[in-house]
């Protein structure tokens, strides 16, 4: 193997090593930060909370446009599994230096949203409106028990909030819906 290519070229001296881990450390702080504030959408300078929901909203709309309804629900459902776990993983990794539940962490905010979502599937567009806003309000308000929900330690405490949140808005909106026919 020439040395060109042996990894242990690049990193022979200790500076090396070194200045390779803060980079990789860098990276991986650069990561969470991008999922925690929902790709950027957190450091909005008004209401970065509904500046989230309002890209979530936006993605699963174009999901809405193309997937038939079986996949969509299905979509939806992984956004939410995938993007908990993701949420969770980083609000923990920014906890220490961004303090506990920052408005900059807005994925929350886009998993409650898809969560309401899931009753705007088939439906019209005014679903998807009332989806955000019921998800919003109860967000916003946060009633019934949707405050306790953040007393969960870390980045649980983060999510779980806007989760119930989203379930709330879920129920109003099938509630609707069935009352409307």
Known sequence: MGR??????FCNTFENRVQFRLKIMKLKKLYHIIIATGFGTGFSPFAPGTAGAILATFIWYLL???????????ATISLILLFTVLGVLS????????????????VDEMVGVWVALLGAIGGAWWTIVLAFIFFRLFDIFKP?????????KGGWGVMMDDILSGIYGLLLLILIRCVAG
């Open 4 to 9: 060109e290519l042996s990894f242990s070229y």
């Open 144 to 152: 019934l028990g949707i405050r306790a929900m953040e007393k969960f």
């Open 91 to 106: 609000s923990n990794a920014l906890e220490s230096s961004w303090g506990k539940d920052p408005s900059r962490i807005v």
């Open 64 to 74: 809405s446009l193309y997937a038939p309804i079986l996949c969509l629900y299905y």
